[in-house]
């Protein structure tokens, strides 16, 4: 059997579909809803057709209501991936120094404020465990004050104390670490906002 050719626009769809987050992803419900009415309604994954067909009024509502749904749906992924963009923008704005961390304390992002109090360019922050950033002499202490923060049974949680920084040339800094714990959907982000003392 011969194998049927790319659609020609085969690139710019698998683009499109990559900066929507819709491909490799584990399964949506809200999606799995639409395609499963879909199924329902019209017989098909699919509403998309080659051949005229007759629908009759009350089959144009249920398609124009389909259709209504799937737009919301795509504005609640469009957003929801345009917040991370639109909040590490910000963060970059902010003169006070913050880093971010994931659920395993490696660091995400670091504003230009932290990068210069620490000396460290942005790209070398990425990927740094948060405990590289802290003096040796008081890592035990933070990764104590870290567990007693995943501890806490909220999904926002923060606590505010004393620490040494260590710079990439070595200098110990003493700061005041707000830390802050947010569970995002599926996902916990640490975030460090450092004052000097």
């Given amino acids: 059997m011969k194998r049927p050719a790319l659609p020609a626009q085969e690139e710019y769809r698998l683009s499109t579909l990559h900066a929507l987050g819709l491909l490799d992803t584990p399964p949506d419900e809200r999606f799995d809803a639409i395609t499963k009415a879909t199924a329902t309604l019209f017989g098909t994954l699919c509403a998309l057709d080659r051949k005229c067909r007759m629908f009759t009024p009350e089959q144009r509502t249920l398609l124009d209501q389909l259709g209504k749904w799937a737009e919301a749906e795509i504005s609640l992924i469009a957003e ?81 104390h004393s620490a040494a920084v260590l710079c990439k040339n070595g200098t110990r800094l003493a700061v005041m670490l707000t830390l802050s714990r947010r569970i995002a959907v599926t996902r916990s982000v640490t975030t460090m906002v450092l004052r000097q003392l």
């Fill in 80 to 160: 929801r991936l345009a917040l991370p963009r639109y909040l590490g923008h910000l963060l970059g704005l902010l003169t006070e120094p913050v880093v971010l961390a994931d659920a395993d304390g490696r660091v995400q992002f670091a504003n230009a404020a932290a990068s210069s109090l620490l000396g460290y360019r942005p790209e070398e922050l990425s990927g740094l465990p948060l405990t590289a950033l802290i003096h040796e002499s008081e890592r035990e202490k933070f990764v104590v004050e870290l567990a007693a923060l995943e501890r806490v049974p909220s999904d926002f949680a923060s606590l505010e």
